[in-house]
Nanobody, 131 residues
Framework: EVQLVESGGGSVQAGGSLRLSCTAS?????????MGWYRQTSDHECELVAS???????YYVDSVKGRFRISRDNAKNTIDLQMDQLRSDDTTMYYC????????????????????????WGQGTQVTVSS
């Protein structure tokens, strides 16, 4: 069973940068076919922020294009999310996810449903951007 350990996050002023990291352990290579980051957009809903598959297909939600960059190391089963030009509306919980299928198949919806259909999720890390 895949376990995900997240690090990074924290507080920063608007315009600043933060870096999130996630390491997967256990499971098989197939279990981490796609890895990415979700974030909570309301009390009950989440969206896929960015993902990168083992063959490096990449996805970004429109609101972060040009500001965030996801990278992946297949040998270490890690993904990093470099977040630049942070805005106050980026403030929320961010969750690392790993799945045997494309995370883009479940890019937005109720968080509980995304968790059921999008492989494994980490515990989450808080990002707070102050204006």
């Amino acid at each position: 069973e895949v376990q995900l350990v997240e690090s990074g996050g924290g507080s920063v002023q608007a315009g600043g940068s933060l870096r999130l990291s996630c390491t997967a352990s256990g499971g098989t290579d197939g279990d981490v076919t796609d890895m990415g980051w979700y974030r909570q957009t309301s009390d009950h809903e989440c969206e896929l922020v960015a993902s990168k598959s083992r063959d490096f297909r990449t996805y970004y939600v429109d609101s972060v294009k040009g500001r965030f960059r996801i990278s992946r190391d297949n040998a270490k089963n890690t993904i990093d999310l470099q977040m630049d030009q942070l805005r106050s509306d980026d403030t929320t919980m961010y969750y690392c996810a790993a799945s045997a299928k494309s995370l883009r198949l479940n890019s937005r919806g109720y968080c509980w449903g995304l968790r059921l259909n999008s492989g494994r999720w980490g515990q989450g890390t808080q990002v707070t951007v102050s204006s």
